[in-house]
């Protein structure tokens, strides 16, 4: 997955590279006069296609000026590669151009021309490019001289126009058109015969590929079908390869990473996206997870941002990323990961309470510090220092929670608010929480008891501070002892740090977030109360729906066992995430909360990565590890049939049914657990001898439960106070048992 060819170029769709060595291939196209070599989906590209993660098969369809095209990239194998450029009509005036070129190393900068469809690119490594048609070419010195040259006369000159470094060739697209291109040691010769053989082949090797690419796991079916795929192209069109640091990573969108000079990471953006990666690949998740860990500031803290043309050394963003580094080894262990990243993790954790408590409180305020100007090519950052970085620091740029607070300078040259904010102390004491565990795990039990206290500690300040009785809520507040009455989402973020006592946590629900007044409704969850009046904006934080915000309150929600309203914020998601998925395969960065449109404002990106949280949402409902308590299958809340299948967790692979007739969980194309009637397994835990979970039903009712794959032939069965003694058939146990919506723990031990 992390060489070979694969869309690394963040510049467009339409190219194909091959990494470590950074050989281009890539499709323009010449029309109206002009020669078009850039498509991203704000620039030409009408429906994003099929991608998968490694490269093996990709799709895209352009509208050029009211043209359609579809362009098709197969690989044969991790060194070869064949496409397809297609015309959906024979159009005038339409011509493909295609590129060959190393645009990332200079070492390969000498190209030669075979004949009118192969030409030959000399370096560390032979490569060639063939086309199926009889084409025009011509050789430049880039890419910017080709454009001049056919801007002014339309044809390619069959000539070399400067220093060989770069080859295009062209043909009129009234048809189909194939091209194929290989790299390799080999001989000059034996790759250009190679490529020949692979045109031949092109058909073949293409229609294969998008076969394959329909049996890539894992799958959804059912009432859900496809919300996956919708999971996989985001996060597959955005993989890239960033040449500066020779390492894949994977941005918010391709082009925030080309307009900020090649790549861009932001700080939370991209721990949400490593648990994005987590579904599908747990190299690729980790290595995402390490790329923003590996831009940690001097400091010691994961900047806002991280960029060629600089990072962020003021400021910060949420913390985040202890949370979801520890729900990714809790969904694929890596004991070797967490030793590496519990370091910079702590030292980030320190450099909070030391530099954004500055009425030291013991609670925290976002802030901001001394930086440098950033300048990349689309933009100059020169906020360090003013309340535009505070606001970047927490996620929310323009947010209403913050439109009346100004900046206090405090020690060590920062300047934070004069608000005490909830959402920031809620995932501060949430980290706190996670490196405990963490800390225990990789066998550091002091650091775990020093974290457990801090904890404690955070969660008695919180419900002193900032608990609003006469609200029922936790509220931001000023610095003079007012409470803020702008209600955010964030305020609900202490039930996923798990600092809320139970009658609290209710009211919170009945009282704010069930309110349709304030936050429910057909789409949420609403970055601000409907009832304030910022709402009406729906520009950006001022209103609109943001997905890592609905994860973060789903999240608490489980945790607090709150799994009915759970679920409705996730099929309430889910139904946001498909409304434009399914009509323009976008994924947007945010939503309008009335409407549900994403294209409705064009600073929402239509492919941005962690708006597949809301496709990844429901899919957590029926299958997730949960890090306060263990596996999780099923949910009795649903109506209709979904399965998901094929999702690897811990290196073995899992199926689950779910329907109105009941829930069935494979491990391994074993069947582990079946019931006769929908329902949620939770802190399910299985070893040699036994096997142990909780589970729960939307009514009381009495269900039949079968537990197989036992390789024993004498089971003692608890269920709550009652003992059974039992025997395997064909290695399962049927048992029926009366059970409610508040659970009930089963354990079944050999004996």
Same mark, same amino acid.
Not at 150 to 177: D, M, T
Not at 446 to 461: A, I, P, Q, T
Not at 682 to 691: C, H
């Given at each position: 997955?992390? @060489?070979?060819?694969?869309?690394?170029?963040?510049?467009?769709?339409?190219?194909?590279?091959?990494?470590?060595?950074?050989?281009?291939?890539?499709?323009?196209?010449?029309?109206?006069?002009?020669?078009?070599?850039?498509?991203?989906?704000?620039? %030409?590209?009408?429906?994003?296609?099929?991608?998968?993660?490694?490269?093996?098969?990709?799709?895209?369809?352009?509208?050029?000026?009211?043209?359609?095209?579809?362009?098709?990239?197969?690989?044969?194998?991790?060194?070869?590669?064949?496409?397809?450029?297609?015309?959906?009509?024979? %159009?005038?005036?339409?011509?493909?151009?295609?590129?060959?070129?190393?645009?990332?190393?200079?070492?390969?900068?000498?190209?030669?021309?075979? &004949?009118?469809?192969?030409?030959?690119?000399?370096?560390?490594?032979?490569?060639?490019?063939?086309?199926?048609?009889?084409?025009?070419?011509?050789?430049?010195?880039?890419?910017?001289?080709?454009?001049?040259?056919?801007?002014?006369?339309?044809?390619?000159?069959?000539?070399?126009?400067?220093?060989?470094?770069?080859?295009?060739?062209?043909?009129?697209?009234?048809?189909?058109?194939?091209?194929?291109?290989?790299?390799?040691?080999?001989?000059?010769?034996?790759?250009?015969?190679?490529?020949?053989?692979?045109?031949?082949?092109?058909?073949?090797?293409?229609?294969?590929?998008?076969?394959?690419?329909?049996?890539?796991?894992?799958?959804?079916?059912?009432?859900?079908?496809?919300?996956? #795929?919708?999971?996989?192209?985001?996060?597959?069109?955005?993989?890239?390869?960033?040449?500066?640091?020779?390492?894949?990573?994977?941005?918010?969108?391709?082009?925030?990473?080309?307009?900020?000079?090649?790549?861009?990471?932001?700080?939370?953006?991209?721990?949400?996206?490593?648990?994005?990666?987590?579904?599908? &690949?747990?190299?690729?998740?980790?290595?995402?997870?390490?790329?923003?860990?590996?831009?940690?500031?001097?400091?010691?803290?994961?900047?806002?941002?991280?960029?060629?043309? /600089?990072?962020?050394?003021?400021?910060?963003?949420?913390?985040?990323?202890?949370?979801?580094?520890?729900?990714?080894?809790?969904?694929?262990?890596?004991?070797?990961?967490?030793?590496?990243?519990?370091?910079?993790?702590?030292?980030?954790?320190?450099?909070?309470?030391?530099?954004?408590?500055?009425?030291?409180?013991?609670?925290?305020?976002?802030?901001?510090?001394?930086?440098?100007?950033?300048?990349?090519?689309?933009?100059?950052?020169?906020?360090? /220092?003013?309340?535009?970085?505070?606001?970047?620091?927490?996620?929310?740029?323009?947010?209403?929670?913050?439109?009346?607070?100004?900046?206090?300078?405090?020690?060590?040259?920062?300047?934070?608010?004069?608000?005490?904010?909830?959402?920031?102390?809620?995932?501060?004491?949430?980290?706190?929480?996670?490196?405990?565990?963490?800390?225990?795990?990789? /066998?550091?039990?002091?650091?775990?008891?020093?974290? @457990?206290?801090?904890?404690?500690?955070?969660?008695?300040?919180?419900?002193?501070?900032?608990?609003?009785?006469?609200?029922?809520? %936790?509220?931001?507040?000023?610095?003079?002892?007012?409470?803020?009455?702008?209600?955010?989402?964030?305020?609900?973020?202490?039930?996923?740090?798990?600092?809320?006592?139970?009658?609290?946590?209710?009211?919170?629900?009945?009282?704010?977030?069930?309110?349709?007044?304030?936050?429910?409704?057909?789409?949420?969850?609403?970055?601000?109360?409907?009832?304030?009046?910022?709402?009406?904006?729906?520009?950006?934080?001022?209103?609109?729906?943001?997905?890592?915000?609905?994860?973060?309150?789903?999240?608490?929600?489980?945790?607090?066992?709150?799994?009915?309203?759970?679920?409705?914020?996730?099929?309430?998601?889910?139904?946001?995430?498909?409304? @434009?998925?399914?009509? #323009?395969?976008?994924?947007?960065?945010?939503?309008?909360?009335?409407?549900?449109?994403?294209?409705?404002?064009?600073?929402?990106?239509?492919?941005?990565?962690?708006?597949?949280?809301?496709?990844?949402?429901?899919?957590?409902?029926?299958?997730?590890? #949960?890090?306060?308590?263990?596996?999780?299958?099923?949910?009795?809340?649903?109506?209709?049939?979904?399965?998901?299948?094929?999702?690897?967790?811990?290196? &073995?692979?899992?199926?689950?049914?779910?329907?109105?007739?009941?829930?069935?969980?494979?491990?391994? /194309?074993?069947?582990?657990?079946?019931?006769?009637?929908?329902?949620?397994?939770?802190? %399910?835990?299985?070893?040699?001898?036994?096997?142990?979970?909780?589970?729960?039903?939307?009514?009381?009712?009495?269900?039949?439960?079968?537990?197989? &794959?036992?390789?024993?032939?004498?089971?003692?069965?608890?269920?709550?106070?009652?003992?059974?003694?039992?025997?395997?058939?064909?290695?399962?146990?049927?048992?029926?048992?009366?059970?409610?919506?508040?659970?009930?723990?089963?354990?079944?031990?050999?004996?």
């Amino acid at each position: 997955m992390y @060489e070979g060819w694969n869309t690394w170029n963040p510049e467009t769709m339409a190219s194909y590279v091959f990494m470590p060595d950074g050989i281009e291939v890539r499709v323009a196209l010449l029309s109206e006069g002009m020669m078009l070599s850039r498509f991203t989906w704000k620039d %030409y590209v009408k429906v994003v296609g099929p991608h998968s993660l490694n490269g093996r098969y990709s799709k895209v369809m352009l509208n050029v000026h009211g043209k359609r095209v579809v362009i098709e990239f197969a690989r044969k194998d991790n060194n070869s590669i064949v496409g397809r450029v297609k015309p959906l009509e024979a %159009y005038k005036n339409l011509d493909a151009i295609f590129i060959f070129h190393n645009p990332y190393r200079s070492e390969y900068g000498s190209i030669k021309i075979l &004949n009118d469809r192969t030409c030959m690119l000399s370096g560390p490594l032979n490569a060639c490019l063939t086309l199926s048609e009889s084409s025009r070419w011509g050789i430049f010195p880039h890419i910017g001289s080709a454009h001049a040259y056919l801007s002014l006369h339309k044809v390619l000159p069959n000539k070399i126009c400067g220093l060989p470094y770069i080859a295009l060739f062209q043909n009129q697209l009234k048809k189909e058109l194939f091209f194929s291109s290989s790299c390799s040691s080999s001989s000059e010769f034996e790759i250009a015969e190679q490529c020949k053989s692979l045109i031949k082949e092109a058909r073949i090797i293409l229609e294969e590929a998008a076969e394959s690419y329909k049996e890539e796991t894992p799958n959804v079916k059912g009432l859900w079908e496809g919300i996956e #795929e919708g999971v996989r192209r985001a996060l597959a069109w955005n993989i890239i390869w960033d040449a500066e640091k020779n390492r894949i990573i994977c941005p918010v969108s391709r082009n925030w990473a080309y307009d900020w000079g090649g790549w861009v990471l932001f700080d939370w953006d991209t721990f949400f996206t490593a648990l994005l990666a987590s579904f599908f &690949n747990k190299d690729l998740a980790y290595k995402i997870a390490a790329s923003i860990l590996d831009e940690v500031t001097e400091e010691g803290f994961v900047p806002n941002y991280s960029s060629p043309s /600089g990072k962020t050394i003021d400021r910060s963003q949420p913390p985040v990323g202890s949370y979801c580094i520890l729900k990714l080894h809790k969904i694929h262990p890596n004991h070797e990961f967490l030793k590496e990243a519990y370091p910079k993790l702590k030292r980030w954790h320190t450099w909070w309470i030391k530099n954004r408590d500055c009425n030291k409180d013991g609670l925290l305020e976002w802030g901001t510090g001394r930086g440098k100007v950033v300048r990349a090519p689309a933009f100059t950052d020169s906020s360090a /220092g003013t309340l535009a970085a505070a606001l970047f620091e927490s996620g929310l740029d323009n947010s209403p929670m913050y439109d009346d607070v100004s900046l206090i300078e405090c020690r060590n040259d920062c300047k934070v608010m004069n608000l005490t904010d909830v959402g920031l102390n809620a995932l501060y004491a949430l980290d706190s929480w996670a490196l405990s565990i963490i800390s225990k795990e990789i /066998g550091i039990s002091s650091d775990s008891e020093v974290f @457990e206290e801090e904890y404690e500690d955070l969660k008695r300040k919180m419900n002193n501070v900032l608990w609003c009785e006469e609200l029922g809520i %936790y509220l931001n507040k000023y610095w003079n002892g007012e409470f803020s009455r702008v209600l955010s989402p964030t305020l609900f973020y202490p039930l996923l740090a798990g600092i809320v006592p139970l009658e609290k946590a209710r009211r919170m629900i009945k009282e704010h977030l069930l309110d349709e007044k304030e936050f429910w409704g057909e789409y949420v969850i609403p970055s601000v109360s409907r009832n304030h009046s910022s709402f009406e904006d729906q520009e950006y934080w001022r209103g609109r729906i943001w997905a890592p915000m609905n994860y973060l309150v789903a999240e608490g929600l489980r945790r607090y066992g709150f799994y009915d309203v759970s679920f409705s914020v996730s099929e309430k998601s889910l139904k946001l995430f498909l409304k @434009e998925w399914r009509e #323009e395969t976008h994924v947007h960065e945010n939503y309008n909360a009335t409407s549900g449109e994403g294209d409705d404002v064009i600073s929402s990106e239509p492919v941005y990565t962690w708006g597949a949280l809301l496709g990844y949402l429901p899919i957590q409902e029926i299958v997730d590890v #949960e890090i306060w308590g263990g596996f999780k299958f099923g949910t009795p809340y649903m109506e209709g049939d979904v399965s998901v299948e094929g999702y690897n967790i811990g290196g &073995n692979l899992y199926d689950i049914y779910l329907s109105n007739n009941g829930l069935k969980v494979l491990e391994n /194309g074993k069947e582990i657990l079946k019931s006769n009637t929908p329902l949620l397994v939770r802190n %399910y835990k299985r070893s040699e001898d036994s096997v142990e979970f909780n589970v729960i039903s939307s009514e009381e009712k009495v269900i039949t439960l079968v537990i197989g &794959n036992l390789e024993g032939s004498s089971y003692e069965v608890r269920t709550g106070s009652k003992i059974m003694k039992m025997k395997t058939k064909e290695g399962k146990i049927s048992i029926q048992i009366p059970i409610t919506p508040k659970g009930l723990d089963i354990k079944i031990l050999r004996v």
